[in-house]
């Protein structure tokens, strides 16, 4: 292509504490054109969508926006200077109409007033744009979440001069209807002249709409704007994790699979809409759930835990059919753990004591009659698994000054303090550098050999053939199949992928 | 895999403190040191400038009493504040478990504990009823606490329009008169008698820091209600009942302000519906001051016997020193919003120092 | 229960501006009845209004800062201390009333103001913050007012307070002056909008290139700025003011707004509803008076009534939620796969 790119990224440059998120990447898009933005989980592009976006300043590279350089100082100042964005997270205000939304960085003013004809009015041309019909002054809230994000979309088109066109993940929270909506108003879009880049994890969305791609791995970029036609969904993927990966020099580890297994879900079906998921995990065993973003796995590790309703099957716990109301009877009475996806958020209690964060699952267990619970004791329980798990820190710290790695440590600890039996192990690498990432890995491989029966819910292919045993594929909160691991990266992962694309 | 990483204004969260989590494990001891240091130089001067502040009878002993209540009622709200909850009810559920002292003293001609307990018992329950309802509704713990504020006002004065003729239960049972005025001085061992300037009542607010300390440092119960306020979702995640969590506290809170409104009844001479009108505001100084976060997760017993104390001693030294009442709440308020500052300002420096948030 | 959970369970309690329409008629023709016609006498209507002022007007500067997430706990000391003063620049300082009243005005929009920027600069919790101010502001009146009642000798200021059009207080017709200038400010100007996209969403008024922290400012300064208004109203009506003025005003600005349906995350606002509710109140005190009832009665109705709307409104969301429906991803699975699947 010859014409000048609309956005051009060069050698962009990221270094965080230890990190080096970005080295050196190059984005080039042309307009008209949709290009896709690809990686797996830490291959550097959330970091790439934050420089992008303003959210962050690059260590070095430039960024060119339509022939001229940008230095974005706020999320506010890429939006302005034509950068559209749609997250992954609706960001609107409920209680506003979807008028006021979409123009509420800039609202349409006359003496201090809101001109309503002037924002109805530009509102309505960016709707037409990408052909919704909704009411103008219907509140936001009113709407749905497909609706709500195309909306967004059309506030991206509201900026004068709105160039270029980010949707991070657009589909995730969308059904297969809506998607191909959203794919139609893309090209609708694409062929007016708007430049569109997708980040998604959805390859086959990818190769139903994107011209050109560029995929990053460990920092860097591995393809650059390359025309996507002349790929195959397989070759791709190899180019997302690379040849490098191959299966793991962890000893070898039998699993029984004679013996009966001490977790089974029998055509559970839930309040959040997972429908017959049935699966089962052995003692020693490794099983992996895998699926896309929004294909209701963390929702299902929910559910067992009795934090959602059940409203089909059921679930047995050593053989026997089990009621669970709560995490306090999965963990007291069924030695069932979960090591939560969010470690900041669900995980820790970050202004406590490691000792806390430590101990909260075993107070129940070593407390006396009055309640007493010895400190010692305790604090020889927290310093027994901070020794064990080699977290880098003193009991007596607080979550919140350990790095992310050594959090996610203590987040697990505290089910290793309780002898759980069964672990729900939900993406415990997410955010992670590389070298705690292997040691988590044998870790965890560690766990299953003394025993324990792990359920690992993990996005990152790699990881999950390096680790689990089988793997369980979902979909649309329900099971697609399951995969045997063979360990050998390339023949797994198709068939996997095979599982997640396949056609119902 | 969100986009954009942008920090919640403070308009949002929770109670507009995210900054303020203390990640220095000596931070509230330190605080606490200073607080020591700054009462004592405050009796000091207020001494040197008036020796009448020295008054056994007629200065310290009033103002111990004061403390003493005064601390059982920050403890009321540490109760709550524990769990990250406020309790804005809690000079109401002192009247509330006071009227069904003054009941149990007036009518049914009970005995002193035998009424305090019926008391602690009706202050647990209105605490209890309180935290359930935001259990139950997970409405916000100041639009509960505030209306049920309304309805035991209206439902105490109304009690005590009923059953009284002068709006109070003035019957005095055996033993009551002695709490109000005994002191050290009347416990002697042998010849050696103790001060007349500490009150003996001063043994309920010890008893009462004494078991609330015992709970938040040594049990189970205590740990995770601590947990609640630092996380509800990673509480709930880790097995903690936290629904029973919630309910207990606002029910200690309760019982607490129930003996607060039992001390004050006694130092007064009588139960009336006006009992713990003026507990709202002090109820948080003496906790907040004294290093416990608003936010919840943190607390310090003895920081708010210090703070009491500190609002106490400001208080009683400017009386004595003839400074009116208009003056004193200005410099209270000052007071408060310096020490708060302080605490920001410092809690940000050790933030800088490379401590991650 | 995070804010997002507050915030859609409180949602649900919106709309009810029907509703509270409908109990306050209603309520207004059952006392109408009871009193054979009494009260529809022109010094009944009078009366009732007269005291529905500050109850609105202490409502809409409490509803100001709701609307943004924040709470303002130093409305009665702020509106005693406000009113004290003026009476006494007028009385001691022999100030003319117009200026004064103007000094007034603008002395609460100071201080709201600084409570604003104390909230954004330390980050402390508003509810300290303003717990802080509240005590000095009590401190202050009482400095200003002593143990005195402060009283205006007769002029146009007193007239004014006392003076009604068709039965209508004047003082009445002022505060519903200033309720629709903040409903039309909080509806149409921009930074009236800002300032509820702040409380909505912050992080979506963010990502819009709002400032927040504005927002937290102005909405502060509007508050004190409300309350130099019923300062003012208050002087003017009053028989004279002193150092209990305003005691009692921090808990009804609270219930007006609630009552009325306002969101305490933020966001949701409604001032013709915190009207209705500070009338509804305001009736509750009539019926009082008509059954000659005890008046803590007033207050124990009213914590009813919200502990009431509070777990009501629960319990309609859970049945809600109970009521059977279709998982989502249902549908997806129907709907036919995308096109051009992988090669």
């Known amino acids: ?504 | 895999m969100s986009a954009v990483d942008v920090k919640p204004p403070a308009a949002k969260t929770r109670a507009g403190t995210g900054g303020r989590r203390r990640f220095h494990p000596s931070a509230g001891s330190a605080q606490r040191w200073s607080l020591l240091v700054v009462i004592i130089g405050l009796v000091v001067l207020f001494g040197s400038l008036q020796s009448a502040f020295y008054n056994e009878k007629l200065i310290v002993f009033p103002l111990l009493r004061e403390i003493a209540v005064f601390t059982v009622v920050g403890l009321a709200q540490l109760a709550v504040l524990s769990i990250g909850h406020m309790n804005l009810a809690v000079g109401r559920m002192a009247a509330f478990s006071a009227m069904f002292m003054g009941m149990a003293y007036e009518l049914w001609h009970m005995p002193l504990y035998v009424g305090l307990l019926i008391g602690l018992v009706a202050g647990a329950s209105i605490g209890g009823f309180t935290g359930w309802i935001i259990a139950a509704t997970g409405v916000n713990s100041f639009v509960v606490t505030l209306a049920m504020d309304f309805a035991l006002l209206g439902l105490v004065s109304l009690v005590y329009s009923e059953f009284t003729a002068a709006a109070a239960f003035t019957a005095k049972p055996a033993g009551m008169d002695e709490m109000r005025n005994l002191s050290l001085a009347d416990l002697c061992a042998g010849d050696v008698c103790g001060s007349p300037a500490v009150p003996q009542m001063l043994v309920f607010t010890l008893i009462a820091m004494a078991l609330v300390g015992y709970l938040y440092s040594r049990t189970r119960i205590g740990r995770e209600l601590l947990l609640v306020g630092s996380n509800i979702t990673a509480a709930e995640l880790s097995g903690v009942p936290t629904v029973r969590r919630v309910v207990g506290a606002h029910a200690m809170s309760g019982a607490l302000a129930a003996l607060a409104g039992f001390m004050l009844a006694v130092t007064a001479g009588s139960f009336t519906a006006g009992i713990g009108g003026e507990f709202m505001i002090p109820s948080f100084l003496g906790p907040v001051l004294g290093g416990t976060l608003l936010t919840g997760g943190v607390v310090s017993i003895v920081g708010t016997l210090l703070g009491t104390s500190l609002v106490q001693v400001i208080r009683q030294g400017l009386t004595t020193l003839g400074i009116g009442l208009e003056n004193l709440n200005i410099y209270l308020g000052v007071i408060l919003l310096l020490a708060l500052s302080t605490d920001r300002i410092r809690s940000v420096v050790a933030e800088r120092k490379g401590v991650k948030p | 229960m995070t804010g997002k959970d507050l915030m859609s369970r409180l949602r649900a309690n919106r709309g009810s501006e029907p509703t509270l329409l409908v109990v306050g008629i209603v309520g207004y023709l059952a006392l109408v009845l009871k009193s054979n016609g009494d009260l529809l006498e022109g010094n009944s209507i009078k009366g009732i209004l007269i005291y529905l002022t500050v109850p609105i007007l202490i409502g809409l500067a409490q509803l100001v800062v709701l609307a943004v997430g924040q709470m303002n706990l130093s409305v009665g000391a702020l509106g005693g201390f406000l009113s004290v003063w003026i009476a006494a620049l007028i009385v001691d300082s022999g100030l003319p009333p117009l200026l004064a009243a103007g000094i007034g005005i603008a002395g609460g929009a100071l201080v709201g103001v600084v409570n604003g920027v104390l909230v954004v600069v330390t980050r402390i919790n508003g509810f300290i913050v303003t717990l802080a101010t509240m005590t000095i502001l009590i401190g202050l009146q009482y400095r200003v007012a002593g143990t005195r009642t402060i009283t205006l000798s007769d002029g146009w200021f007193t007239d004014f307070g006392s003076a009604d059009v068709l039965n209508i207080p004047l003082i009445f017709i002022a505060a519903l002056v200033v309720a629709a200038v903040l409903a039309f400010f909080l509806r149409r100007a921009v930074p009236g909008r800002r300032l509820l996209a702040s409380g909505g969403n912050p992080l979506a008024a963010r990502l819009s290139g709002i400032s927040n922290d504005r927002s937290l400012i102005l909405a502060h300064g509007l508050s004190g700025l409300i309350i130099g208004v019923a300062a003012v109203l208050t002087v003017m009506s009053a028989p004279g003011v002193n150092k209990s003025i305003g005691g009692d005003w921090l808990l009804p600005s609270f219930a007006a707004p609630i009552i009325g349906g306002a969101a305490l995350a933020g966001g949701a606002v409604s001032v013709l509803g915190t009207i209705l509710a500070a009338f509804i109140v305001r009736l509750v005190d009539v019926a009082r008076a008509q059954y000659s009832l005890d008046p803590s009665l007033v207050n124990f109705t009213i914590g009813a009534v919200v502990l009431g709307t509070v777990v009501l409104g629960t319990i309609r969301e859970n049945r809600a939620a109970r009521a059977p429906k279709d998982p989502p991803k249902d549908t997806a699975k129907e709907a036919a796969p995308l096109a051009g699947s992988p090669s």
């Open chain 1, 1 to 504: 292509m010859t014409t000048q790119p609309i956005l051009l990224a060069e050698k962009l440059e990221k270094v965080f504490p230890g990190v080096r998120a970005l080295g050196g990447v190059n984005l080039t898009m042309a307009p008209g054109s949709v290009h896709a933005l690809l990686g797996e989980n830490g291959a550097g592009k959330s970091t790439m969508i934050k420089i992008i976006t303003g959210v962050y300043r690059p260590d070095g590279g430039s960024l060119t926006l339509n022939g001229v350089e940008r230095h974005f100082k706020s999320p506010h100042d890429a939006v302005i200077a034509g950068i559209g964005v749609v997250h992954q997270e609706r960001n609107v205000v409920p209680e506003f109409s979807v008028a006021e939304n979409m123009l509420l960085h800039q609202l349409p003013a006359k003496a201090g007033l809101v001109d309503r004809e002037a924002m109805r009015e530009q509102a309505r041309r960016a709707l037409d744009m990408i052909g919704l019909d909704v009411d103008l002054d219907e509140p936001v809230k009113g709407l749905s979440v497909a609706q709500t994000q195309l909306v967004e979309i059309a506030k991206a088109l509201t900026t004068t001069d709105s160039k270029v066109l980010l949707l991070d993940e657009p589909t995730s929270a969308l059904t297969l209807a809506e998607t191909d909506r959203l794919l139609d108003v893309m090209r609708k879009l694409r062929d007016n002249g708007t430049s569109l880049l997708l980040v998604s994890h959805k390859l086959e969305e990818v190769f139903a709409i994107a011209d050109t791609v560029t995929v990053l791995r460990d920092g860097e970029s591995v393809l650059e704007a390359a025309p996507l036609g002349r790929f195959t969904t397989g070759e791709i993927v190899d180019l997302m994790v690379g040849r490098s990966h191959k299966a793991s020099d962890f000893p070898a580890r039998s699993v029984d699979r004679a013996q009966a297994p001490v977790l089974e879900l029998d055509a559970l079906s839930t309040g959040f809409g997972h429908r017959d998921v049935s699966l089962d995990v052995r003692r020693g065993e490794i099983v992996g759930l895998y699926g896309l973003v929004g294909a209701g796995r963390t929702e299902l590790a929910k559910a067992v835990l009795g934090l959602d309703r059940i409203v089909g099957g059921g679930i047995r716990v050593a053989g026997k059919d089990v009621k669970i109301d709560n995490v306090g009877t999965a963990l007291g009475r069924h030695h069932i753990g979960y090591v939560p996806e969010n470690r900041k958020t669900e995980g820790l209690f970050l202004d406590q004591p490691l000792t806390m964060n430590i101990a909260v699952t075993v107070w129940a267990r070593i407390r006396n009659f009055f309640g007493y619970v010895a400190k010692r004791r305790e604090r020889d329980i927290a310093e027994h698994y901070v020794d064990r798990l080699g977290i880098k820190a003193a009991p007596r710290q607080f979550a919140g000054q350990l790095s992310g790695g050594n959090q996610q440590k203590v987040s697990l600890a505290k089910w290793l303090a309780a002898d759980c039996e069964i672990l729900i192990i939900d993406e415990p690498t997410v955010g992670i550098d590389v070298r705690t990432k292997a040691a988590f890995h044998e870790l965890i491989w560690d766990l299953a050999a003394d025993g324990m029966a792990i359920l690992l819910i993990t996005s990152d292919l790699p990881e999950m053939v390096t680790l689990a045993d089988r793997i369980v594929v979902m979909r649309d909160s329900r099971v697609m199949g399951t995969v045997e691991n063979s360990h050998h990266y390339g023949e797994t992962s198709k068939a996997v992928i095979g599982l997640v694309h396949q056609t119902v």
